[in-house]
């Protein structure tokens, strides 16, 4: 049995890390494809090297676009790698909502070559954003639908899909479960910064919807601003380009490269709070009992709302330091996750 895995962007390493570790357990042949979405050492290697993901079989080497240009070129190159692969596949497996997932679904669906989806059903109601209409599209495409939470499986009844949907549980969680300690024996805060353990805040800003509104970056901003501690930020480099356009960067605001997963880990466990755009920040923080304020207005991860673990609070300074004042009262409850990607491994195998 042979599994095509396609990822290109940060999130997908560390999703696909830890599935590609449960298919070889399993026995079952990967063959992984790197878009090449994301380039840079440390929005890239720095993963494959600290989680063990092996080194990809092909690398489309598409690199950035428009959404048109990357995910076009994307689906040209990847058609004649899925054409030159023999035998077939017998499934094309997804992750997440990038452009990267886009072009893996179209072209596997043109391909006659069945679909696999993890982290399906996620869902924000809003189409402008380019992640739901990727998730829309792949979903509507998948023969296997692998859902992390039943809100997503909810979502996906919604719209008419309940075949091959499975319920199978979050590979950031198990991320999470397996990383967190190694994190700080590895990567502990004294390697990263000056500040003691609650004092300072972690925020992360890249979705398109915030770094190409002037209005609502300079907003997040001020609001960092307004904050009673310094703030580690780890600059994507969508937004680092608005440095260059007239982005006022107050002086509490520490701006440092993206860094690796280890070091992400032990900066969101001492964080005061977690301030973020961020899909799989967002799930991080709450999981590590760190209190998140998300920097948008929706979340398609609404079970991080509950107790007051995460608040939404867009791009308005005032919301944003409102939601940091107000903490929440009891531990966040949920119980962690162990075995999805062994789940999504025995399911592949068993729907051949
Ligand atoms: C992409 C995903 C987003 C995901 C994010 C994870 C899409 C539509 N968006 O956004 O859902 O949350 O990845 O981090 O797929 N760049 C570099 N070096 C790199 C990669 C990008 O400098 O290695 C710069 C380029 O100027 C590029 C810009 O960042 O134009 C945006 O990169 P892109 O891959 O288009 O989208 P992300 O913002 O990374
Ligand atoms: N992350 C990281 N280094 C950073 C910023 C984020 O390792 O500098 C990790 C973060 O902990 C999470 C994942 O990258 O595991 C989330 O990726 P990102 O925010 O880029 O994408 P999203 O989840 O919003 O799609």
Redesign the pocket.
């Known amino acids: 049995m042979r599994i095509c895995s396609v990822v290109g962007a940060?999130?997908q390493f560390?999703k696909a890390a830890m599935v590609s570790r449960a298919l070889m357990e399993a026995g079952i042949e990967e063959v992984l494809i790197h878009t090449g979405q994301h380039y840079d050492a440390n929005l890239n290697r720095i993963f494959f090297e600290e989680l063990g993901l092996p080194e990809p079989q092909v690398h489309l080497g598409v690199g950035s676009g428009t959404h048109a240009e990357q995910t076009g070129l994307m689906m040209i190159r990847l058609e004649a790698a899925l054409r030159g692969m023999h035998p077939a596949p017998d499934w094309v497996l997804v992750y997440?909502d990038t452009n990267s997932t886009l072009a893996g679904a179209l072209v596997a669906a043109k391909l006659q070559l069945p679909l696999a989806h993890v982290e399906a059903g996620l869902r924000s109601f809003n189409r402008r954003m380019p992640e739901e209409i990727n998730r829309v599209v792949t979903d509507h495409l998948a023969q296997l639908l692998f859902a992390p939470t039943p809100t997503a499986v909810e979502n996906l009844r919604r719209e008419g899909i309940t075949r091959g949907v499975h319920l199978t549980g979050d590979v950031?969680q198990e991320a999470v479960r397996c990383y967190a300690a190694v994190a700080r024996r590895r990567v502990p805060l004294t390697m990263l910064t000056f500040h003691d353990p609650g004092g300072y805040y972690l925020a992360?800003v890249?979705r398109a919807e915030n770094t190409d509104d002037p209005v609502r970056l300079q907003g997040i901003f001020e609001g960092l601003g307004r904050l009673d501690l310094p703030v580690i930020l780890?600059l994507h480099p969508r937004t680092r380009k608005c440095l260059d356009s007239g982005l006022r960067v107050p002086p509490n605001v520490e701006l440092r490269d993206?860094?690796?997963?280890l070091a992400?880990l032990t900066l969101v466990q001492h964080a005061r709070a977690v301030l973020t755009d961020?899909?799989?920040?967002q799930k991080?923080a709450v999981w590590l009992g760190v209190p998140c304020i998300t920097l948008r207005e929706e979340t398609e991860w609404v079970e991080t709302l509950e107790g007051g673990w995460n608040q939404l609070a867009g791009a308005d300074p005032e919301r944003i330091v409102a939601a940091v004042n107000r903490r929440p009262e009891q531990p966040p409850s949920f119980a962690w996750e162990q075995a999805a990607s062994r789940r999504i491994a025995e399911l592949l195998r068993a729907s051949r």
Request: charged content about 10%; hydrophobic content about 30%.
């Open positions: 940060r999130p560390i997440g950031m992360t890249h780890p993206p860094v690796g997963y992400m961020s899909g799989g920040l991080e």
